[in-house]
């Protein structure tokens, strides 16, 4: 049977490294780390860079193994992205397309073995081209462990591990933030006896950067129901901490205790900085009995209608 194998990338920002040396912040899966070169003012977590289309910026990676013996890694450019899971920050394998930061990036070394418990830094260049689009263009030096644990057993699951320390990008020019809430839906959850049981519902929408800079979106909910009464209002936690551009993510929200019977509408809105949108959708709350109950009488009174009619009807 067909072994499956599954590459795992490890971008860990907020572990900290256990040796004095080792900056804050720094990607890092407890074997070995991914950082910026200190500059000459402080440590630095990401690469925060900035360039002009047809400039070339120099600058210097940072490989650290904490384990005792030597580790060799392939060391690669990557383009980063919102993982449609949740829209946690993630960047593309070796094998996949690059197509910003991923091809612009060149590391002096393509593969580097670092000593046990020590570290090597090497050089890297990027190199905005003349064409490149004003806005962020996020990405990663990654270091990529290409030994594969096979696992054991028929089915197994071969894991290689990877770390990457983030680039931020900004490409001189026009910058525009822009945010959407698209595709938004309610669905319920109802008892089947009303008041027996509790109620829900999940409120599903896309989250969609349209603009060519990163954002830090909110997003706020608010229900109402007939007569505009107020059902529900909140700011909504489980979204991303990074929406990239040109990105978009499937989000839902649980509502518990949501009504059993109503007739209203849900609307959210997402906002960062010098943006913000609104996108809503109706919804009829309706328990499964009621709706049974109504729609049989729905169907015994068309029924007494039509003989009703006919029964008025002359015969000819």
Request: charged share 20%.
């Amino acid at each position: 049977m067909r072994k499956l194998y599954v590459l795992f990338l490890s971008l860990f920002p907020s572990l900290f490294l256990v040796t004095a040396a080792a900056p804050a912040h720094a990607a890092d899966n407890g074997s070995w780390s991914v950082y910026p070169a200190a500059s000459q003012i402080a440590a630095r977590p990401y690469f925060y860079l900035s360039a002009d289309p047809g400039q070339t910026i120099d600058d210097k990676v940072v490989v650290t193994n904490r384990t005792g013996r030597p580790l060799t890694f392939r060391l690669y450019a990557a383009d980063a992205y919102n993982t449609a899971r949740d829209g946690g920050f993630a960047v593309r394998t070796v094998a996949e397309k690059q197509r910003g930061v991923g091809v612009w990036a060149k590391p002096a070394k393509s593969r580097v073995t670092v000593p046990a418990h020590g570290k090597v830094t090497v050089p890297f260049t990027l190199s905005v081209p003349e064409g490149a689009e004003p806005g962020d263009h996020p990405g990663a030096l990654v270091a990529l462990d290409e030994r594969i644990d096979k696992g054991d057993g028929a089915v197994a699951l071969g894991v290689q591990r990877a770390v990457a320390a983030r680039i931020y990008l900004r490409v001189g020019g026009p910058t525009v933030p822009a945010i959407a809430v698209e595709d938004v839906r309610v669905s319920h959850h109802q008892p089947l006896v009303p008041g027996l049981g509790d109620s829900g519902a999940t409120i599903s929408y896309t989250l969609r950067n349209t603009g060519n800079v990163t954002l830090n979106p909110k997003v706020e909910l608010r229900a109402t129901g007939l007569f505009g009464r107020t059902l529900l209002a909140r700011e909504l936690a489980r979204i991303p901490g990074e929406l990239l551009p040109g990105q978009r993510v499937r989000l839902s929200e649980p509502w518990q205790g949501s009504p059993q019977l109503d007739w209203g509408d849900v609307k959210l809105t997402a906002s960062a900085k010098d943006t913000r949108e609104s996108a809503s959708a109706s919804f009829f709350a309706l328990p499964w009995l009621v709706a049974v109950v109504l729609g049989a009488g729905g169907a015994v009174g068309t029924v007494l209608f039509v003989r009703a009619r006919r029964a008025r009807t002359p015969v000819v």
